[in-house]
């Protein structure tokens, strides 16, 4: 009887010395965890104040989430729209241990999704992921990509053209080649703007080199131009804006930041709030979620926008109704 009682004795003794040291690790653990710094590496395909502004509520975003100071070690590169350092930048970033990798705009995105089929990938500013063959399935990932995607009003946009300028019959489309997001918005606005009874005449550049040669045939035979989200027409805008000033050729853009640099009008996508969403998605990766379990976060919605200094130049009176809504919940730039 004693030695039951005995060995029941040493039971327990052990028993709670194995839940001392248990409890031990598991807040050594714990305390690991909480302590363990981060790294996010981020791949930009080039400068340009739009995806400047994503990346800015990227890391609004990673802080707001409690990824700040010595809690995070964020490897930001930028390829400036060089195909050749998308490789060797995605295969740094790869290889550079980190917990998550970010790709702004299409072609970084595909870079890192090249790089790595291990490390989870987030897309920002993708405007066709299935096209651009980073996912197959928009609701459950089943690879290591996921992300965000901005995919333009397109119906808002044509409805846009014959409401501020009711007298244009043609539209050009300006957009680069080389940009597999542009030619699906190339293809989904075409079809729009023709079935409204407009002409569309598609303009294809494969690089800024090629743009002022077209932008100056491009005055000449069409009412109104129309920009997708295109980073490499972006890049060029200016250039764009100044021949098309010349020939009282109203542009449509469709991210607010051309909208800014002189486009007419443009259905708004706040790029800043893309960048907070593309943020939410990180950090929930961060967090421990799988990226099988995050579906590809899509935006396709927006407000009429409006730069007044523009169609002042242009002499075009902005309607009441659209004024009206920019004010409201759109953006309305110049006087």
């Not at 930001?76 to 930048?89: H, P, R, V």
């Not at 197959?136 to 014959?162: E, R």
């Not at 100056?216 to 980073?231: C, F, G, S, T, Y």
């Not at 804006?241 to 800014?260: E, F, G, H, R, W």
């Amino acid at each position: 009887m004693k030695n039951k009682r005995l060995w029941a004795v040493l039971a327990l003794l052990i028993l709670f010395t194995f839940g001392l040291v248990v409890h031990d690790e598991l807040k050594m653990g714990q305390s690991r965890s909480s302590s363990r710094v981060v790294k996010v590496g981020v791949l930009q395909y080039v400068t340009h104040e739009a995806l400047d502004e994503i990346y800015d509520g990227i890391k609004d975003q990673l802080v707001k989430e409690g990824y700040t100071g010595n809690k995070v070690k964020i490897q930001f590169l930028n390829a400036e729209g060089d195909q050749s350092k998308i490789s060797t930048m995605s295969k740094q970033l790869a290889d550079g241990d980190n917990d998550v990798l970010i790709g702004i705009a299409t072609p970084a995105a595909q870079g890192l999704a090249n790089a790595t089929k291990d490390t989870p990938v987030v897309m920002g500013a993708i405007s066709d992921p299935v096209g651009a063959k980073l996912v197959s399935d928009m609701t459950h990932p089943t690879g290591n990509v996921t992300g965000t995607s901005n995919q333009v009003p397109i119906k808002d946009a044509v409805n846009l053209i014959q409401t501020v300028t009711p007298d244009t019959k043609t539209v050009g489309i300006l957009y680069a080649s080389s940009e597999d997001n542009s030619l699906s918005q190339v293809e989904s606005f075409s079809k729009a703007a023709q079935a409204a009874g407009l002409k569309v005449k598609t303009y294809a550049v494969p690089s800024t080199n090629e743009i002022t040669t077209t932008m100056n045939v491009i005055a000449k035979e069409v009412d109104a131009l129309w920009i997708p989200q295109d980073n490499t027409i972006a890049s060029a805008f200016t250039t764009v804006v100044s021949i098309a000033n010349n020939n009282q050729l109203p542009i449509y853009p469709s991210v607010d930041t051309m909208l800014k640099d002189g486009g007419l009008a443009s259905v708004y996508q706040s790029q800043y709030q893309i960048g907070v969403e593309t943020g939410k998605i990180a950090s929930q990766i961060l967090k421990g979620k799988k990226v099988a379990d995050i579906p590809v976060k899509v935006i396709d919605t927006g407000s009429p926008s409006v730069n007044l200094t523009a169609a002042d130049k242009l002499g075009i009176n902005i309607p009441d109704k659209t004024l009206k809504e920019a004010k409201k919940s759109g953006l309305v730039v110049g006087k």
